[in-house]
């Protein structure tokens, strides 16, 4: 059987229903052939570009330069970021691959009433500066999870939105065990994925129903797939941080080193302060222009 059954009691909410039909649809058993293929299909020109192709990011897009305050302004004045890793295409094209296993996997399980649209494409919310030279504009949004109300009720406690945003991101183990533990709108997000939740739930209008950040472990592939709720309340504060990065960064204000300020000892990860090795592309222009002293 295919479908996830229905339970004998609903699950508590979208993202342990998530969960749990990711796990169904992974099966053997119940993924759908057509469905496999087709998304296999939809990977391949992103897993042969990931190996051929510089995928680095000139532009401000949701998904990059908006952790901080400071890289926004950087790449909005022009400063150069550093370049990834050339052998970083193994890790994208697994990365694009299990996004696309994910979604045949979701759509393998979805029961009668549900909907479920895959890289659903977006334009980004009026706010996003109109300048496309330093912003891009427009983006996909993973998976859009939608269910009529009486299937919804059989499956999904009482309460649960009608529709709900969900970011797959693959990770790392180490990643993938902190995912679990992360307080969104809280911990240091270096990635920025929580501003690019904000970003696509904003132009899809689904703000005011929280949304799911979907953890996938790359190094242990038999893991259960790991949805995190954020709260409506943490994407509106995020969405205002956003907003104030990006207007500071078109009047050409330096906000300074806004991500170790906002995280203090926890940023140095990310920004490769104190020994820590970061993966902020501005790195090392952001230390040659330090503003404080941060060891
Ligand atoms: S190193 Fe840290 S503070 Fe500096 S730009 Fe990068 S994220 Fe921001």
Same mark, same amino acid.
């Given at each position: 059987m295919s479908q996830l059954p229905v339970p004998e009691k609903p699950y508590p909410d979208w993202s342990r229903f998530l969960a749990a039909l990711w796990q169904h649809g992974m099966s053997?058993?119940?993924?759908?052939p057509e469905l496999i293929? *087709?998304?296999?299909?939809?990977?391949?020109?992103?897993?042969?570009? +990931? %190996?051929?192709?510089?995928?680095e990011a000139r532009t401000v897009r949701p998904s990059s330069f908006l952790a901080c305050a400071r890289q926004t302004y950087f790449l909005v004045s022009g400063e150069e970021p550093e370049?990834?890793? =050339?052998n970083i295409g193994s890790t994208f094209a697994v990365g694009h691959l299990l996004h696309e296993v994910s979604y045949a +996997?979701?759509?393998?399980?979805?029961? =009668?009433? %549900?909907d479920a649209q895959t890289e659903v494409p977006v334009y980004l919310p009026k706010w996003w500066p109109a300048d496309d030279l330093r912003f891009n504009h427009s983006g996909h949004v993973d998976l859009l999870l939608s269910a009529q109300e009486g299937p919804r009720s059989e499956y999904i406690a009482e309460g649960a939105p009608e529709m709900i945003l969900v970011d797959f991101k693959t990770k790392g183990g180490?990643?993938?065990?902190?995912?679990?533990?992360? @307080? %969104?709108? *809280? =911990?240091?997000?270096? %990635?920025g994925y929580l501003a690019q939740l904000v970003?696509?739930? =904003?132009?899809?209008?689904?703000?005011?129903?929280?949304?799911?950040?979907?953890?996938?472990n790359r190094d242990s592939l038999t893991q259960p797939l790991k949805p995190r709720f954020v709260e409506p309340?943490?994407?509106?504060?995020?969405? @205002?941080?956003?907003? +104030?990065a990006i207007g500071m960064a078109l009047e050409g204000q330096d906000p300074g080193e806004e991500f170790l300020v906002r995280h203090g000892k926890e940023a140095n990860f990310f920004c490769g302060r104190a020994g820590k090795p970061g993966y902020c592309a501005f790195k090392k222009v952001c230390k040659e222009r330090e503003t404080r002293d941060y060891e």
């Open positions: 053997v058993q119940n993924m759908k293929e *087709e998304h296999i299909r939809n990977a391949t020109p992103n897993l042969v570009g +990931a %190996f051929i192709k510089r995928n370049p990834m890793p =050339d +996997a979701v759509r393998s399980a979805l029961p =009668d009433g %549900f180490f990643s993938y065990k902190k995912h679990g533990k992360t @307080v %969104f709108g *809280e =911990d240091a997000d270096g %990635f970003v696509y739930a =904003d132009a899809t209008k689904t703000l005011n129903a929280g949304a799911i950040l979907a953890g996938i309340k943490a994407l509106k504060d995020e969405l @205002v941080r956003v907003k +104030a």
